[in-house]
């Protein structure tokens, strides 16, 4: 079963107006997740790692002050599109691996994406 | 730069036959590898990992092959069934510091398993 749960699945706003996109780890403390963000046919790219108690750790060329992202527990992690415009549209996923695992190379789980639709 | 390359869109097979999914990496410092898989909606699901020390890596229908030299690696699934039918995405991992931790996809390679 899904381990990564995200909300909404879908979300249509207005231009100028904020949304928020949820990401919670089901059954284990993630201390550290991540976001990722799909165009149509192209491949997923990091947005940015966000860290429990810290700060988020940006991607080369990703507003900070745009997408906001708040680590406030082990198991939730949130992305705030503020000021949304049409080119925001896009399908964002959430990521973290579980921490029980020590090697990084424990894969990551997903979570089912949302769909992002300003108009 | 793409650093993770599918250079096939999609692909499509008969059902019970080999499927053959390729990825081509540029950075050498990449040294673990994994292939995701992705129904529409939804997001991408793990199936299958290889490390650099290792040239091949089973798991019942789905193995994948490493050729560090070529910066190559490939997933086999045999045989294919129709509900195999999704876009693949390779991914890679590796490298020095905080970027142990992030993994660049490919674009992903569409495949359709016709019954």
Redesign the interface.
Known sequence: GAV?S?HP?WVICKSGTSVKIECRSLDFQAT?M?W?RQFP??????MA?SNEGSKA?YEQGVEKDKFLINHASLTLSTLTVTSAHPEDSSFY?C?A?RTAHIS??S???????T?LTVT | DQQVKQNSPSLSVQEGRISILNCDYTNSMFDYFLWYKKYPAEGPTFLISISSIKDKNEDGRFTVFLNKSAKHLSLHIVPSQPGDSAVYFCAASGGSGGSNYKLTFGKGTLLTVNP
Do not use: A, D, E, W
């Open positions: 990564v995200q699945s550290t991540f990722y046919k192209q491949s997923l790219m990091l790692t750790t996923i990521s691996r990084y190379n894969p990551l789980h997903f979570g089912n994406g769909r």
